[in-house]
């Protein structure tokens, strides 16, 4: 059974920068079927795409988000990352790593999602 | 970017009442959508994809509809285990996005 866990820290100071990794355990990142992303949502609010990777290498962000995000794989640990630079308080939510389908499709497996809280 | 609507933004229901949720998508997205469920505190869950395809171990009161800018999710029997906020989401055009969601509740 594919299972997915978000690991980083739950506080990041304003203006620094938010790093999140995914790791994948039960199946390879490195599939060629799947792509791999990263979805977030404010408390109380809906879900926003933030980006995706495919195990290539090859990047897909969301236009709101691309001058702040990098989104990078690791095949030899099977883990992909986020890093989102200058956060803000708007920044703050659950960060939920994903696998989509090919083509980006549905998002079919998910983590269990950690909560960023931009404060100082 | 693609806007997604849904409609109603929350619904009270009984046990074993029939839910519509429909969901339009600014331009046409084909069958390029996908319905999800989040319960409070969890993780979004895959229940429908490319607008009518039941995903695998998905209870078949759940059913989805539509193409080009107007899609339809129908829970055919609620269920009290069927309580929380389903978004549909389009994948035609990046960036992907989502609807608001629709919060289900008991009546």
């Known amino acids: 059974q594919l299972q997915l866990q978000e690991s980083g820290p739950g506080l990041v100071k304003p203006s620094e920068t938010l790093s999140l990794t995914c790791t994948v355990s039960g199946g390879s990142i490195s599939s060629s079927s799947y792509y791999w992303g990263w979805i977030r949502q404010p408390p109380g609010k809906g879900l926003e795409w933030i980006g995706s990777?495919?195990?290539?290498?090859?990047?897909y962000y969301n236009p709101s988000l691309k001058s702040r995000v990098t989104i990078s794989v690791d095949t030899s640990k099977n883990q992909f990352s986020l890093k989102l630079s200058s956060v803000t308080a708007a920044d703050t939510a659950v960060y939920y790593c994903?696998?989509?389908?090919?083509?980006?499709?549905?998002?079919?497996?998910w983590g269990q999602g950690t909560l960023v809280t931009v404060s100082s | 970017d693609i806007q997604m609507t849904q409609s109603p933004s929350s619904l009270s229901a009984s046990v074993g009442d029939r839910v519509t949720i429909t969901c339009q998508a600014s331009q046409d997205i084909s069958n390029y959508l996908n319905w999800y469920q989040q319960k409070p505190g969890k993780a979004p869950k895959l229940l429908i994809y490319?607008?009518?395809n039941l995903e695998t171990g998905v209870p078949s009161r759940f059913s989805g509809s539509g193409s080009g800018t107007d899609f339809t999710f129908t829970i055919s029997s609620l269920q009290p285990e069927d309580i929380a906020t389903y978004y549909c989401q389009q994948y035609d055009n990046l960036p992907i996005t989502f609807g608001p969601g629709t919060k289900v509740d008991i009546k």
């Open positions: 994903a696998r989509h389908g090919e083509q980006l499709a549905s998002i079919d497996y």
């Open positions: 490319d607008a009518s």
């Open positions: 990777i495919y195990y290539s290498g090859s990047t």
